[in-house]
Nanobody
């Protein structure tokens, strides 16, 4: 059974930091590119960042570049998202997702597996 379980969300003041984790099971994690998407209330789900299966390539949305860092540990089947200098506009439900492809996709529809999400709330 495929599972992606996010953790690490919470409430933080603007300028603060959080580290999200996503633990994967039930599929060959080491072969999948992993991404974080987010969805704010009343808005569409949007791409935040993706990391290649090997961890050697990443792509970031302009809105998070320079503040967020994605990493992965294939031995632990876990992907991480370090979020620094958080802003109120970062408030959203954060999802991790997995897809297997030779390129890094920014499109939610191309992802095969999804977690349930973890809430991040940034207060001003």
């Amino acid at each position: 059974q495929v599972q992606l379980v996010e953790s690490g969300g919470g409430e933080v003041q603007a300028g603060g930091s959080l580290r999200l984790s996503c633990a994967a099971s039930g599929f060959a994690f080491r072969l999948y590119n992993m991404a974080w998407f987010r969805q704010a209330p009343g808005k569409e789900r949007e791409f935040a960042v993706v990391i290649s299966w090997s961890g050697t390539s990443t792509r970031y949305a302009d809105s998070v570049t320079g503040r967020f860092t994605i990493s992965r540990d294939n031995a632990k089947n876990t992907v991480y998202l370090q979020m620094n200098s958080l802003k109120p506009e970062d408030t959203a439900l954060y999802y991790c997702a997995a897809h297997i492809n030779t390129r890094l996709s920014l499109e939610a529809g191309e992802y095969d597996y999804w977690g349930q999400g973890t809430q991040v709330t940034v207060s001003s």
